[in-house]
Each structure stands twice: as C-alpha cells, then as structure tokens.
Antibody
C-alpha cells in the first residue's frame, strides 16, 4: 500500500522560512515523479511544484517561483519543499502527491497533508 | 498559463440520476486532462487520466470524454458516496500544472 506522510508544517511569521518533508513507502520511490499540491482553507487545489524521478525536470507555480525549492532524496525515499519568504497567502494544507509516471503527468496517491499557517 | 473553467459550480442531483460535469480549457490541452474527486476532510482521488482512462479501482459508472478544449466527466448513475467536489487538471506545457475551480455535486 502506498503511503505518503508529510511533516514540517506549523505557524510561521511572514517573511520566515519552513521546510516540509514527505516520506514515502509502499512503492519504488525512484521510479516516479513527485509533487507538492496545496489547498487553502475552503478553497480549491493548487499545484505548487513537481520533480521528475531523477530530478532532471523541476517546475514551480508562478506564485512560488523564486521562493520555494523542491528536492528529493531517492535513497531516503523522501521529498522536500524549502519555503522561503513566506507570505500570508501561502497559508494552506500542503499535500505530497505521487505521479503515475516518472515524468510530470497526474497524481494517483496523496498524503493527508501538513498545515502551514503564515501569520504575524 | 492555461486556465481550466469548470461548470456548473454546483450540481444538485438525486441518487440514480446522471451527472455531467464540464471542464473547458483556455487553449488546447490535447488529451492531457485528469479528473479528481475530493470528499470533505479527505485527500483527492484520481478518477480519470488522459481524458478517458479510468484509474485503478475506479467504478465503471465514471467516464471521461473530450479533447482539445472541451472535456466531460460523466457519472452514469450517481451513488450516495459520489457526492463530493470534482476537479479537472491538465499537464500540457507544464509548468505550471493547473486545476479547475471545482464542481460540487450535492444531494438534491
């Protein structure tokens, strides 16, 4: 069974940083692309960033480009999101999601998410 | 950036009725479109990918169609567990990947 467990969320002041982690199990991690998708309270889904299986292809939403950095450690079956210069509109539940392939396509497994609240 | 517009925003149906949900893209996404279901407090679930392929374990009452800019998710006979929010998503010319705003299917 695929399991994705996120951690690292919390309450942070605007302008500060936070690092999210996602540990995967139940599948061959280094065969698949991985993503971060967020959902602000009461709102829809927003793709944040994705990374291909070998980290050769990485992309970001315009809203986080230059502030967030995605990375993965295939040996540790882990996905990360370094979030800098956080803003109040970054407040959301952040889900780690597995792609259906090694490149960027669609998301067939999701974690339950870690909540990030940006507030002074 | 390709914008996905979903309609209607809310669909009120009785169990057993047919549901037809629409997703329109601001430019062609060819067939690179997926549909997800999300229930309150739960993570989304992939239903359909590449416009018409059912994901693993998805019941046959869910079907997808369309290409280019117009896509449809159909639930042939709505079951009580199908009341949820549905999102479409494309992957054409990423980044970015984008989602539509969602359609809520509610009990009439």
């Amino acid at each position: 069974e695929v399991q994705l467990v996120e951690s690292g969320g919390g309450l942070v002041q605007p302008g500060r940083s936070l690092r999210l982690s996602c540990v995967a199990s139940g599948f061959t991690f280094d065969d698949y692309a991985m993503h971060w998708v967020r959902q602000a309270p009461g709102k829809g889904l927003e793709w944040v960033s994705g990374v291909s299986w070998n980290s050769a292809n990485i992309g970001y939403a315009d809203s986080v480009e230059g502030r967030f950095t995605i990375s993965r450690d295939n040996a540790k079956k882990s996905l990360f999101l370094q979030m800098n210069s956080l803003r109040t509109d970054d407040t959301a539940l952040y889900h780690c999601a597995k792609d259906i392939s090694g490149s960027i396509r669609y998301f067939d497994s999701w974690g339950q998410g870690t909540l990030v609240t940006v507030s002074s | 950036e390709i914008v996905l517009t979903q309609s209607p925003a809310t669909l009120s149906l009785s169990p057993g009725e047919r549901a037809t949900l629409s997703c329109r893209a601001s430019q062609s996404v060819i067939g690179y479109l997926a549909w997800y279901q999300q229930k309150p407090g739960r993570a989304p679930r992939l239903l359909i990918y590449d416009a018409s392929y059912r994901a693993t374990g998805i019941p046959a009452r869910f079907s997808g169609s369309g290409s280019g800019t117009d896509f449809t998710l159909t639930i042939s006979s709505v079951e009580p567990e199908d009341f949820a929010v549905y999102y479409c998503q494309h992957r054409r010319n990423w980044p970015p990947v984008t989602f539509g705003g969602g359609t809520k299917v509610e009990i009439k």
